[in-house]
């Protein structure tokens, strides 16, 4: 059974820093595309990173250049490493592995509340 596991999130004023972390268990990790989602209160859950089997990462516009994902395929876990926070990153955050084989699956995190602070 594939389970995701968020963890890291938390309340810190503008301009600090945080770290997400996704555990992944199961034997899905290394061949997953995986992916940081968000949702703030109010409005529609949103993309915020993407990290590729081969490692090759995008991100959305309002986060490039202050958050960088990475993954540890040793550790099966997904980092978020979130710098220069502003109120606006208020969110849920979810991570999200997709994977193809024996056919498409996703599967979600119960998501981690990140509130920054003005």
């Known amino acids: 059974q594939v389970q995701l596991t968020e963890s890291g999130g938390g309340s810190v004023q503008a301009g600090e820093s945080l770290r997400l972390s996704c555990e992944v268990s199961?034997?899905?990790?290394?061949?997953?595309?995986l992916y940081w989602h968000r949702q703030a209160p109010g409005k529609q859950r949103e993309l915020v990173a993407r990290?590729?089997?081969?490692?090759?990462?995008s991100y959305a516009d309002s986060v490039e250049g202050r958050f960088t994902v990475s993954r540890d395929n040793a550790k099966m876990t997904l980092y978020l490493e979130m710098n220069y926070l502003a109120p606006e990153d208020t969110a849920i955050y979810y991570c999200?592995?997709?994977?193809?084989?024996?056919?498409?699956?996703?599967?979600w995190g119960q998501g981690t509340q990140v509130t920054v602070s003005s």
């Open positions: 199961g034997p899905i990790f290394s061949s997953s595309n």
């Open positions: 990290i590729g089997t081969s490692g090759r990462t």
């Open positions: 999200h592995a997709e994977n193809f084989l024996g056919g498409p699956h996703n599967y």
